[in-house]
């Protein structure tokens, strides 16, 4: 078992940063591929970014790439978000997922366990 806690969130204005971070605790973690989810209201959870559990190989949702920047440090138990650039559409609620498994995967079924999400506002 992996839980998960997400920290970072909050309130910028648009062309704004913040980084989120994800705190795990439980058995594993440093043989856990992780990702980021994203979902605004009205809309479907969708995919940001996932890194493997080495570090690499890294990918981003075309919606946050050269924006976002996802990394890890297994020695902390955490996995980090920098998000740069921020937009109004970047508003959504930011979950933190573990994988089961070291290889990495951009489809959120393939996550095993979840934070309960923290909440990032882009104000224009």
């Known amino acids: 078992q992996v839980q998960l806690v997400e920290s970072g969130g909050g309130l910028v204005q648009a062309g704004g940063s913040l980084r989120l971070s994800c705190a795990a605790s439980?058995?594993?973690?440093?043989?856990?591929?992780m990702g980021w989810f994203r979902q605004a209201p009205g809309k479907e959870r969708e995919f940001v970014a996932a890194i493997s559990w080495s570090g690499g190989p890294i990918y981003y949702a075309d919606s946050v790439k050269g924006r976002f920047t996802i990394s890890r440090d297994n020695g902390k138990k955490t996995v980090y978000l920098q998000m740069n650039s921020l937009k109004p559409e970047d508003t959504a609620q930011y979950y933190c997922a573990a994988r089961k498994w070291v290889i990495v995967a951009t489809d959120q079924a393939g996550y095993a366990y979840w934070g309960q999400g923290t909440q990032v506002t882009v104000s224009s």
């Open positions: 439980g058995r594993t973690f440093n043989s856990n591929a």
